[in-house]
C-alpha cells in the first residue's frame, strides 16, 4: 500500500509541475560571416583616352590606346565597366584621331557595333565595323571610303 501512495503522489507532482523545455528549432541559417576581401583588379593596360557607354546601362566604359603604327592606326582596347573589377572586351585598331565609337545606340544591354576608320598606305581612309564575339571584336563589314589626296579615285 506505501508503494501505491508514493506512486500516486509522483503522479499528482507531475501534473501540477510546469512542461519540460522544449529544444531550440533547427533552422537552415549559416551563421554570420565576416566579409572576405575582393581580388584587386587586373591593371588596365595602355593610356587612357575618353570612354562611352558601350552597352547603354548608364555606365561610361573605358578605353586605352597603345602606341601607334607607322600609318598613324593604334590599337584601342574596350572595358566594360560595372560591378567589380573591368572586363576587358577586345580591342580594335583605328587611326589614333578617329577612336572607336557606336555607330548606332546600344540595345537591350548589349554592346554595340563598333564603327572608325583606319588610315591606308597611301593616305587615304578607310570605314570598319566591329560586332563583339567570342574572344573579343570582330570585323563586321567595311563603310565609305575617303580618297587620300593624291588620289586619282572619285
Known amino acids: 500500500m506505501k508503494r501505491v501512495v508514493a506512486l500516486a ?5 507531475c501534473a501540477t509541475s510546469p512542461a519540460p523545455a522544449t529544444a531550440p528549432a533547427i533552422t537552415n541559417t549559416p551563421p554570420p560571416t565576416t566579409p572576405t576581401a575582393q581580388a584587386p583588379c ?3 593596360e595602355g593610356e587612357e583616352v575618353e570612354g562611352f557607354d558601350l552597352d547603354g546601362d548608364g555606365d561610361v566604359d573605358r578605353m586605352t590606346r ?10 584601342f582596347v574596350l572595358w566594360r565597366v560595372g560591378d567589380g573589377c573591368p572586363e576587358r572586351l577586345g580591342s580594335i585598331e583605328a587611326w589614333q584621331f578617329d577612336e572607336p565609337r557606336c555607330a548606332e545606340p546600344p540595345t537591350g544591354g548589349a554592346v554595340c557595333r563598333m564603327t ?3 588610315r591606308m598606305m597611301h593616305d587615304d581612309y578607310q570605314e ?10 570582330v570585323d563586321a ?3 565609305r571610303y575617303i580618297p587620300g589626296p593624291d588620289s586619282k579615285s572619285p
Open 141 to 143: 563589314g567595311a563603310g
Open 66 to 75: 597603345s602606341d601607334d603604327d607607322m600609318f598613324g592606326n593604334t590599337e
Open 9 to 13: 503522489a509522483v503522479i499528482a507532482g
Open 116 to 118: 572608325a576608320n583606319r
Open 128 to 137: 570598319y565595323f566591329w560586332v563583339l564575339g567570342e574572344g573579343g571584336f
Open 42 to 44: 587586373a591593371a588596365v
